[in-house]
């Protein structure tokens, strides 16, 4: 006798991303800053279907922007994003890194003028090359350990 | 231009156009002749740390052009100690001065001054970020020593890791082809994504860790301080400050076209007899800081 069961509900409506980096789903919903009065289903470590793994977050009645949904690219590039609209994929696209990402953020290095107690918004632009750095205005560092530097 | 804030922003045209001006100012800056144009403005100087050449050749460059200096140098007198932040205090000067040059121990307070200032800010050095102002003079020097500022062989030696000077004249000197080669202690070379810039730009020399490697071939010998907080053992600290001693029989195995800087202060790094050489700038290069401050604050104020 055999049985399939879901490990993580279906859902009729709001938004599914997959192919999060393994063990990046907190990192991706602190970058969202979804509020915590929503469903949301997080599978952590699953088995993907292309090999390895992989954190696929789904949220009931949420339907992320494609603004909001580009800020998943900040933790996790190659992630992507599924619209759920009558339990049916209605949109699908992958994020994509914002060229500056205002507040979010704070800057890694800890003499910048924007970890002090000034009133200012952290800014921070991505590197012309491929290789996925965001770079502060203030200080014009590189941002290092991305996913750590996430306001909660 | 209305801003000077970070080397990374001027184009070769507008440090071209800079150090033409600061040419110009030459005599006016010796006091062999006389020029107002900036007379009834305003300087606010605001050091939040200690500085000697800046500040002073800042509000030398002032004076001589006819115009005044407000601020302070150190913030114990200030409502800074009181916990007001850098953007009340700019708010504040911007509304006295017709424009602000400010030297703070965070990277990023200039920029950050920007955006609560009337009036042009000028960096005069954020932390361990940028400091325009000495690569402009340093530009200035080279090219008023050597007639031209491409197809030359810089030898920065010293600690590149932490000083802010070598970072800007390094990306600055890129702007306009030449050879940097790179001389440090070990511990202390120069961040990576400078040395990148440098090999990507095809202006990446040599790397080493003694001057005598690249003395030959160097047509400027660009010096600057080991400082002794690096080494928590004061025996290394000697050891290494002994290495980089730049002396006359180290200079004189240099090309005779051969020019040392230093952004000073000194230590001992240079010894005093290498002063009386013909090769030595160092003090040529911080009287430059005040046509080129000059040149920067007529821009800036008097929107020449």
Redesign the interface.
């Known amino acids: 006798m055999s049985q399939k069961y879901m490990k993580v509900e279906r859902i009729e409506h709001g938004t599914v991303i997959d192919h999060i980096l393994p063990s990046m789903a907190f990192d991706v919903l602190r970058v969202l800053g979804l509020s915590r009065d929503k469903t949301m289903s997080i599978l952590v470590n699953s088995h993907s279907k292309k090999g390895g793994r992989k954190d696929i977050l789904k949220f009931e009645g949420v339907e992320l922007s494609a603004e909001e949904a580009n800020l998943v690219a900040l933790v996790s590039p190659k992630a992507t994003i599924n619209i759920i609209v009558g339990g049916k994929v209605v949109k699908k696209f992958n994020a994509e890194a914002p060229p500056v990402v205002r507040g979010i953020l704070t ?1 890694s ?1 800890p ?4 970890n ?5 918004t952290t800014e921070f632009r991505l590197g012309k090359d491929e290789s996925h750095r965001y770079v ?7 941002i290092v350990d991305l996913a750590k530097r996430v306001s909660a | 231009m209305r801003h000077v804030i970070s080397v990374h922003d001027l184009s070769v045209e507008q440090i071209k156009d800079v150090l033409d001006r600061a040419e110009g100012m030459l005599p006016i800056a010796r006091g062999e002749a006389v020029n107002d144009c900036l007379r009834g403005k305003v300087l606010g100087s605001i050091f939040f740390e200690p500085s000697t050449r800046t500040r002073l050749s800042f509000e030398t460059a002032m004076n001589r052009l006819g115009g005044g200096v407000i601020g302070f140098a150190g913030t114990e007198a200030t409502s800074v100690v009181k916990g007001e932040t850098l953007a009340d205090t700019i708010r504040m000067v911007s509304g006295y001065a017709d424009a602000v040059v400010l030297r703070h121990p965070r990277e990023g307070a200039a920029k950050l001054a920007t955006e609560f200032s009337g009036v042009p800010i000028l960096n005069a050095g954020d932390g361990a970020g940028q400091h325009p102002t000495q690569t402009l003079l340093d530009l200035f020097t080279i090219r008023q020593e050597m007639g031209r500022l491409e197809g030359l062989n810089i030898s920065l030696v010293g600690d590149l890791r932490y000083g802010r000077t070598v970072h800007s004249l390094a990306f600055a000197l890129s702007k306009f082809g030449n050879t940097i080669n790179l001389v440090s202690p070990e511990g202390l070379e120069m961040p990576g994504e400078v040395v990148e810039h440098l090999e990507a730009s095809g202006q990446f020399g040599t790397a080493c860790h003694t001057p005598e490697k690249v003395i030959a071939n160097t047509d400027i010998l660009y010096v600057t301080r080991i400082q002794k907080e690096r080494f928590p053992d004061p025996v290394e600290y000697e050891k290494v400050a002994g290495k980089y001693r730049i002396d006359p029989e180290l200079v004189s195995k240099g090309p005779d076209s051969m020019i040392v800087m230093h952004p000073l202060p000194r230590i001992n790094e240079i010894v005093p007899e290498v002063d009386v050489m013909p090769q030595a700038k160092y003090f040529t290069q911080a009287f430059n800081g005040v046509p080129v401050r000059m040149a920067l604050l007529s821009m800036v104020i008097g929107g020449a």
Request: hydrophobic share 10%; net charge negative.
């Open positions: 800057c290095n003499n910048c003028i924007s002090q107690d000034e009133p200012i502060c205005t203030y200080c014009e560092r590189d």
